[in-house]
């Protein structure tokens, strides 16, 4: 010990103090961004959560405040409410954002992929089509090629409201999804195998 420093000072040294202010706020401001992210989820995707009711009663009140600075500060005392409680409470709720995050990524993506077979259809003439006929052969391959016509004809008309445009969305959607469910049935299937002797 250097005679410059009491005993005095050495004992609150070595004393903890606990997190630091700067760790404090870091923490606070992850609350706050995970407060955000409940106000942002759907409904019905925040029913499947486990959260205190105090919580979901603030997140409710969080969500019918539309006024822009009313709406941040009723934010930052949703955070506040969830700082009272343990990290512990808010685990569960954390990882299923990170995966719902990553399972939201890719439903993006796919959309993405639905959007430019669209555009690809009614853009092109017979490449497109074929290409999503030999795909999906069950596919009512009329109905499809009257859509795409339909869909060129709004396209070319201001006017007209995007009918046709959004049915084919459609149905590429629920053929994406078929093929989705055909695929985890051949996977089940194959996976019964498997486990029997040969």
């Known amino acids: 010990m250097s005679p410059s420093r009491s005993r005095n000072q050495t004992e609150l040294d070595e004393e903890d103090y606990g997190p630091s202010r700067t760790q404090q706020r870091r923490e ?88 430019a077979m669209r555009d690809r259809l009614i853009s092109e003439d017979e490449a497109a089509l074929s290409e999503l006929i030999s795909e999906h052969p069950q596919v009512d391959r009329q109905h499809l090629r009257s859509l795409v016509r339909k869909a060129r004809i709004e396209k070319e008309t201001p006017n007209k409201p995007p009918r046709a445009y959004r049915e084919i969305f459609q149905l590429l959607k629920d053929l994406a999804a078929a093929k989705e469910g055909d695929a985890v049935d051949s996977a089940e299937a194959g996976g019964g195998n498997d486990d029997e002797p040969i």
């Open 28 to 115: 606070a401001l992850a609350v706050l961004a995970l407060a955000s992210q409940l106000v942002e989820m759907q409904p019905s995707r925040l029913a499947k959560l486990d959260l205190p009711d105090d919580v979901r009663d603030e997140i409710t009140r969080t969500r019918n405040i539309t006024a822009h600075i009313a709406h941040k500060r009723q934010l930052a005392f949703l955070a506040k409410v969830m700082r009272r409680y343990e990290d512990e409470v808010f685990a569960s709720v954390r990882a299923e954002l990170g995966e719902n995050r990553e399972k939201q990524r890719q439903e993006n993506a796919a959309m993405h992929r639905l959007e």
